[in-house]
Each structure stands twice: as C-alpha cells, then as structure tokens.
C-alpha cells in the first residue's frame, strides 16, 4: 500500500519568512511522481509543484521548491518569502506509474498560517 | 483555460433521499475521480474511471456509486444519503501520463440532514 504522511497539522510562519513543510512517503515502486497542492479556504485545490523519481534536480517553481531525497523518502515544500495569501491547507501527494493510472495518493495535510 | 466543473457548490439533503453529484470537464481527459474531504483524514478516494463506461473503487466506495456514460462526465450517487455522508466532495481528472497532475473542481459541500 501506498502511504503518504505530512506530520504537522499546523505550522506558523512570520510574513517574508521561509518555511518547510514536511512529507514522507512509503512506496516500493521504482518509478512514480510526487505532487504538492495548495487548498485555501475558498476549496479549490491548486496544483503547486511537480517531483518525478528520476528527475535529477530538484523542482522549483517561482517561491516553491522541492526538497527531494529520494533515499530517505522525503519530498518538503519549502515555500520562500512567505506572503500572508500563503495562508492554506497544503497538501503532499504520490502518484505510481502503471496501472493505477492518475490516482493520487493524498497526506492529511498541513495548515499554514502566515503572520504579519 | 482548462475546467473541472461540479454541478453545485452546496447541497442540502434528507437522510434515504437519492442524490447525484455531477462532474464535467473540458480537458479530455481519460482519468475522472471523486474523493471526499473531512477534517483532518485529508482526500479520500471513492471511485474513479479511465474510460467511459469504466470504473474502479477506491478506498471508500460504500455507499457510493458512479457512472461515466460520456468522456466528460462523471457522476457520483449517494443510493441513499445517511448524515455520516455529510462532507466535501471534490471530482479531478487527468491524463495518463506520470508528471499530469489533476485538475480539481470547486467542489460540493454536501449536508444530509
């Protein structure tokens, strides 16, 4: 089974700050994708920042970046100059290759709040 | 620009009443999912589809069922609504391929009274 954990429900960061927001994931496949979503509190769900398992780089996207380590199995959001619309539940989620085709496995989720 | 659309943002229904929840996009897309969203267990999968006609169960589909009688439509049925049913609802697609994210629709805030 696939399993993905966020350990921190909650996280607080000052305004302009930078802040890293945990993920770990448990998979036995050699090939699969990790994805980052930012949900605020209107619901929708923004898709934030891709990681494959092959990619050599580290992902970046504007002030998202992904810290990979693929021997430890982790993937943290490090979100830089924290602005106060940061503020949302963030989500961590894998996706395998093959047959399951497209079904992401979701974390629980951590909530980031920004402060001024 | 691409679109998920759900039929309703809110919804209000009786316990045993039958309820529908429709999902379209425009993307194309062969992958559809439904999920429900609780405080603190994150996304859950009920059921997705990767062709019309076709279907899988997640890990939640008691309770539920879907129909995908057309590429761009997915449905999720509440048989008969029971109030621990109450919840978000959010339906996505995707292509196949490993690096497409899923594009997610605003979603519907379901209460069975």
């Known amino acids: 089974a696939q399993k993905i954990t966020q350990t921190q429900p909650g996280m607080f960061v000052q305004e302009k700050e930078a802040v890293t927001l945990d993920c770990t994931y448990d998979t036995s496949d050699q090939s699969y994708g990790l994805f980052w979503y930012k949900q605020p509190s209107s619901g929708e769900m923004i898709f934030l920042i891709y990681q494959g398992s092959y990619d050599e780089q580290n992902a970046t996207e504007g002030r998202y970046s992904l810290n990979f380590q693929k021997a430890r199995k982790s993937a943290n959001l490090v979100i830089s100059a924290s602005q106060l619309g ?31 | 620009d ?21 999902c379209v996009q425009d993307m194309d897309h062969e992958n559809m999912f439904w999920y429900r969203q609780d405080p603190g267990l994150g996304l859950r999968l009920i059921y997705f589809s990767y062709d019309v006609k076709m279907k899988e169960k997640g890990d939640i589909p008691e309770g539920y069922s879907v129909s995908r009688e057309k590429k761009e439509r997915f449905s999720l049925i509440l048989e008969s609504a029971s109030t621990n049913q109450t919840s978000m609802y959010l339906c996505a697609s995707t292509y196949t391929r490993l690096n497409n994210e899923q594009f997610f629709g605003p979603g519907t805030r379901l209460t069975v009274l």
């Open chain 1, 86 to 116: 940061d503020s949302a539940m963030y989500f961590c989620a894998l996706r395998r290759r093959g047959s399951t085709l497209g079904r992401l496995y979701f974390g629980r989720g951590t909530q980031l709040t920004v402060w001024p």
């Open chain 2, 2 to 22: 691409v679109k998920v659309t759900q039929s309703s943002r809110y919804l209000v229904k009786r316990t045993g009443e039958k309820v529908f929840l429709e």
